[in-house]
């Protein structure tokens, strides 16, 4: 009996992902021997025309990351579905837009005209943006267009299952491939990661105070953390009441806290609007003056609320006015 | 039928009411109704003349039972009106009454708009809304909450006596807590009470007495509330009691430590008296005062200021030992079911108004100042005197000083014609003097009130219709030397006259106490624009507030003479018997609550609740919500990370189906 | 360019004990104002989660007004001022969105202040209308199926060639 074939592929992603599928380690083994990859561009070598000419919904699964921001990505997007029973998104850029979601932050002129004309460190030659097409030598070159807006996976075609994370923990893709295999599989439209927020897991759960009151908010780089203490009693924003748990709390034991890579639960519809409901209630102060100085303490509130989640919050895109991104200073 | 009330298929009614023109006048009813039969879900789209009327609540019931609904919307007034009553009529069709949703297109669309056609538009937007949102709605039952028994009474004036008596002749325990050291409030500084002529002390001191007396009152005076907590049926009170530096079980009033105190004569100025009277360090406010102990006036007191006093009051009390230095300031705690606010009012201050002279010339007085003076018991034994002890030959009356004036306060005071009135005839009683009133309307309500304007002007008052301009010693001419002249048009006759007299008697208004703004705060009330404690309702529930279990009375709520002052006290005695005789009040089903399955024990909750309705359980490392003492404010809700905590009747789904709703519609 | 006929639509939430009221009291006086807002009723301005406020901006509101208490008379001692904390903050995020922040606005308004809606909201619908529909869909303008992938239409940011 043929094994399963499985795809992998990457959009506008950071590689990271692949890394995590690679390292499931010994767990990678058994991957590898239960099911066939038929297309994995980060380190196979099949070609587009090979997946075009397999049969529609012939692949078992593709697990894609990445958000998809150019024309190419939904062009590949959209075959994969095509191709595959189900289709996977993996990791936190295919479910929520990921950081590259940041750049929601601003319209494309913005992003373009920075990058390649205006950046500080560019040079005084090659201020030239890239060209859709390029003709040298009487051959024609094409590159992908840049799309308006980051988006998420399942703002272009139907996703089958999410499986969230920065990345996603072995533990949990494991589990994820587990079930594709086993074909004991939970309903359509499910995050297979635990629908209960961090703190349920936390190592440190037991130190947080009952009553918590935040005067100042502070950044890992101004402080010495202390490795026992929960984070957000040290005045660190960490992300952990409004993420999904299940990833073991491992930037929390790495004395970091939570970023909300996981995604909110499924109660809730924008990540970023909920975390600051939350840290902002608890404020300590009672007037404009007092509360505004605290929120100093915050210094990109968008970077830090909707780091991982820009393209899925509710108001998804992001209009800049500054004349150059905010994120490139310091 | 599962808990969403359904099989499955939501049926709604809808119902826009016409309030006879209120509504349909600026809104297109018909049109409404037509729009909104079209949505999904919606069996039933009618519009009708008056829905909260008889008829239109059996309308509803009947069609309850014909259509099969399983919800309903009504568009109509405001829920603040009438959300009770037709949850009622939905409960009396045999629907859980919380599948119900109401839609304001009257006060907030109708009566504040003046474009057809917008005003329809909005209205449409919000029924849909309405319709969306009632699709999530599900079955919830009230919850009961039982009453304590005894009942706060805040403030001992007439007001506060009459609750206190009311209350207490009802068999139930009172707290009585007045800021003065004694009861009587403002009634007992009056000589004589109108229209009847009743003197205000024979009718005021048996009931202060009976207060005294009374088995289930505690009469706690020179105290105030510090603290309210809690909420209707459960209230928990902190009374600071202030010392006296007399042990009140002791004193028996026999007066001989004032007689023997060091200072011979009295010096002070006399507050009952309203500074006209003088008295001693040690005092006691009034004859009459109740309770009947002496208080010591700590600022005043030799033996406090220098430590260096004979303390003969001591030795005069040698046989009972009332006096005590060293009592201290206490704090008592009292748990209520029901509190009854009866603060009263002040007087306008009329150095507001230089103009009228008050505080630069000597004889001119306010009115409560010359009740003093009629008074037999008061500082000139009854005498009118003018300051220089002769007796006036001549009286005016300057009504609305500080009322019905856009400079100073806006309202009629109410009392002050009837109460300048009763003075003008106990000046005319008590001299020979020509008495004029100069006024700007008679108001005379009340049963015999227009009786006796007749007969003050039977009895040769004078009234002069005009606003006085001033009050000058200035004098033009002869026969105006050595008075205080009043320059006033009078506006019937059509001159401008200056009319010479001995004394003037200023009628100032009524206004809210000074601290008003800090108690309303302290028993979670508001204050109307005004300044007044604010009722729920101006004509359906004058004495009630808008926290259950709190009420207000007598004139804290606003000007008014005794009788209404009395007639309110025995109301808010009456609302809160109702509540205690049922044993439990009804509360709404709005309160917040936590899936336990989806609590992270992430804490961030917790320190949200002013009413420590959340709980952390050790033992499960998760939150949960107390129901019974959750108010339903929603803010814990709105603050939880993961959406683990919902509210009922004001779900996600619910607001957010709202939201999508209102925005259907240009 | 918006139509002409284009009027500010402004989504409300307002707190039960205060704002609403004085809204009633704003009609029980017949006091007049423009027909532009349209009111969620909440029992406490506590209740009101800032994804209220975004899904109103989401769904086709131009502004949002926020009803509550004045600091110190919540009905429920607080509630208040855990929205004023949440509203300084998302004011921030919202700038940082390119919001003009005259769209979302947060206004203590007692029992007692029926004059004091009218004033408000007539001058939101004023400051709002020389700002336009916000059309939070074509700013930027990409919904699923306006993908760049297709032929690109000669737009001015689109020729990065």
């Known amino acids: ?330 | 039928m599962n808990s969403n009330g359904t099989n499955g298929d939501i049926r709604i009614g809808f119902y826009i009411c016409h309030c006879g023109h209120n509504i349909e006048g600026m809104v297109d009813c018909a049109a409404v109704a037509r729009d909104i039969a079209k949505l999904p879900g919606v069996a039933v789209s009618r519009d009708y003349k008056y829905m909260c009327s008889e008829p239109g609540q059996e309308l509803i019931q009947t069609d309850i039972r014909e259509h099969a609904l399983n919800r309903v919307v009504v568009a109509s007034c405001s829920p603040l009106l009438h959300e009770h009553t037709f949850r009622n009529a939905v409960e009396a069709g045999g629907l859980n009454r919380f599948f119900f949703q109401m839609v304001n297109i009257r006060e907030h669309d109708s009566w504040v708009h003046t474009d057809r056609a917008a005003a329809t538009a909005k209205a449409i937007a919000l029924a849909r809304a309405a319709v969306r949102r009632v699709r999530f709605h599900r079955a919830l039952e009230t919850t009961r909450v039982p009453i304590h028994p005894d009942v706060l009474v805040v403030g001992g004036g007439i007001t506060g006596i009459h609750a206190a008596l009311t209350l207490a002749n009802g068999g139930k325990k009172v707290f009585l807590v007045e800021r003065e050291p004694s009861i009587g409030g403002h009634m007992a500084k009056f000589d004589k009470t109108f229209p009847t002529l009743d003197c205000a002390a024979c009718i005021l001191t048996p009931k202060m007495s009976a207060v005294r007396a009374h088995e289930n009152i505690n009469l706690w005076t020179n105290s105030e509330v510090v603290k309210v907590e809690g909420y209707v049926g459960n209230y928990t009170v902190t009374v600071k009691r202030r010392p006296r530096y007399v042990n009140e079980e002791l004193c028996v009033g026999c007066q001989e430590c004032i007689a023997a105190c060091v200072f011979k004569e009295p010096k002070f100025p006399d507050e009952f008296n309203v500074g006209l009277g003088k008295r001693k360090p040690i005092y006691i406010p009034f004859p009459q005062a109740v309770p009947q102990v002496v208080l010591i006036d700590r600022e005043r007191c030799l033996h406090f200021k220098t430590g260096k006093c004979k303390k003969t009051c001591v030795e005069a009390c040698a046989d009972r030992h009332a006096i005590d230095f060293t009592q201290k300031e206490e704090l008592v705690q009292v748990r209520v079911g029901n509190i009854i606010v009866a603060t009263g009012f002040k007087l306008f201050d009329a150095k507001r108004i230089p103009q009228y002279g008050y505080g630069r010339y000597p004889n001119v007085v306010t009115s409560i100042e010359l009740e003093r003076l009629v008074t037999s018991s008061g500082p000139t034994g009854g005498e009118v005197l003018l300051r220089d002890g002769t007796h006036p030959k001549s009286v005016a009356f300057i009504l609305c000083v500080g009322s019905r004036d856009f400079k100073t306060n806006r309202w009629c005071s109410r009392t002050c014609c009837m109460h300048s009135m009763k003075l003008a005839q106990l000046v005319r009683e008590h001299t020979d003097a020509e008495v004029t009133v100069f006024y700007l309307d008679i108001r005379a309500p009340g049963k015999g009130c227009e009786e006796f304007y007749d007969k003050s002007l039977k009895d040769g008052i004078r009234f002069v219709r005009g606003r006085v301009a001033e009050v000058t010693d200035w004098a033009l001419r002869e026969e105006e030397e050595g008075k205080l002249v009043i320059r006033a048009e009078d506006t019937l006759a059509g001159v401008v006259r200056r009319i010479p007299v001995d004394m003037i008697v200023l009628a100032v208004g009524m206004e809210p106490q000074a601290d008003a703004q800090d108690v309303r705060r302290l028993f979670n009330m508001s204050c109307g624009t005004e300044g007044w404690f604010l009722e729920k309702h101006p004509k359906l529930a004058p004495v009630s507030t808008f926290t259950d279990g709190v009420f207000i009375a007598g004139c804290c709520q606003g000007p008014k003479d005794i009788p209404d002052s009395i007639a309110q006290a025995g109301a808010a005695a009456a609302e809160a018997m109702a509540l205690i005789d049922r044993g439990y009040i009804e509360q709404e089903p709005n309160t917040a609550y936590i899936d336990q399955a989806d609590c992270s024990g992430c804490k961030s909750c917790l320190p949200l609740c002013p009413y420590t309705a959340i709980a952390f359980d050790e033992a499960t490392k998760k939150a949960a919500i107390n129901a019974t003492l959750c108010k339903g404010c929603g803010t814990c809700v709105a603050a939880c990370p993961s959406g683990s905590i919902r509210q009922h009747l004001f779900e996600d789904e619910e607001i957010f189906s709202e939201i999508e709703g209102v925005l259907t519609h240009a | 360019m918006h139509d002409a006929n284009w009027e500010p639509r402004i989504v409300a939430f307002f707190c039960n004990w205060c704002t609403y009221t004085a809204a009633d009291l704003a009609g029980v006086s017949r006091l007049k104002y423009a027909p532009n807002v349209r009111i969620v009723r909440l029992m406490c301005s506590g209740r009101v989660d800032p994804q209220f406020i975004l899904a109103a901006l989401a769904g086709g509101a131009d502004g949002v007004l926020i009803g509550g208490c004045h600091p110190g008379d919540c009905h429920y001692a607080e509630g208040n001022m855990k929205t004023l904390r949440r509203f300084q903050m998302l004011r921030r995020v919202l700038a940082g969105f390119g919001l003009e922040e005259p769209r979302v606005r947060l206004e203590w308004i007692s029992a007692a202040e029926g004059e004091k809606v009218r004033y408000v909201i007539n001058e939101m619908v004023e400051q709002l209308r020389p700002l336009g529909p916000l059309a939070w869909g074509q700013r930027f303008g990409v919904e699923e199926g306006a993908a760049a992938h297709a032929a690109p239409a000669p737009q001015p940011e689109a020729v990065h060639a």
């Open chain 1, 1 to 330: 009996m043929p094994k399963p074939k499985i795809a992998l592929y990457w959009c506008a992603s950071c590689g990271g992902c692949d890394e995590a599928v690679v390292d499931l380690a010994e767990g990678i083994l058994g991957v590898l021997d239960a099911v066939d990859i038929v297309f994995w561009p980060v380190a196979m070598d099949f070609k587009k025309s090979d997946v075009e000419a397999l049969a529609d919904q012939s692949l078992l699964a593709t697990l894609l990351n990445g958000a998809v921001r150019s024309s190419e990505q939904e062009e590949m997007v959209r075959l994969l579905r095509r191709k595959s029973r189900y289709l996977v998104a993996y990791g936190s850029c295919a479910c929520q837009g990921g950081v590259p979601g940041l750049a929601n932050q601003f319209s494309r002129e913005q992003l373009l005209r920075f990058v390649y004309e205006e950046a500080p460190t560019l040079g005084e030659n090659g201020r030239a943006r890239p060209q859709l097409e390029s003709r040298d030598n009487g051959h024609s070159l094409g590159l992908p267009q840049l799309d308006n807006a980051v988006r998420t996976l399942d703002q272009v075609v139907e996703v089958d299952y999410y499986l969230p994370g920065c990345p996603p923990t072995p533990n949990l893709t494991q589990a994820a491939l587990q079930a594709l295999l086993s074909g004991e599989l939970p309903p359509r439209g499910t995050v297979l990661a635990p629908d209960i927020a961090l703190c349920d897991e936390c190592p440190r759960k037991a130190t947080k105070p009952q009553d918590l009151s935040f005067a100042q908010f502070r950044r890992p780089h101004e402080m010495l953390i202390d490795a026992e203490k929960c984070l957000l009693a040290q005045g660190l924003v960490c992300c952990g009441p409004a993420t999904r748990g299940g990833c073991g709390a491992q930037c929390i034991s790495g004395n970091m806290p939570c970023t909300g890579c996981f995604g909110p639960t499924s109660r809730v519809r924008d990540q970023g609007a909920k975390l600051l409901s939350s840290l902002c209630a608890n404020m300590a102060g009672k007037d404009e003056t007092a509360i505004n100085r605290t929120l100093d303490g915050i210094p990109d509130p968008i970077g830090t609320f909707y780091r991982y989640a820009l393209p899925c919050s509710i108001l998804r895109r992001g209009e800049c006015t500054a004349p150059t991104p905010s994120t490139f200073n310091p």
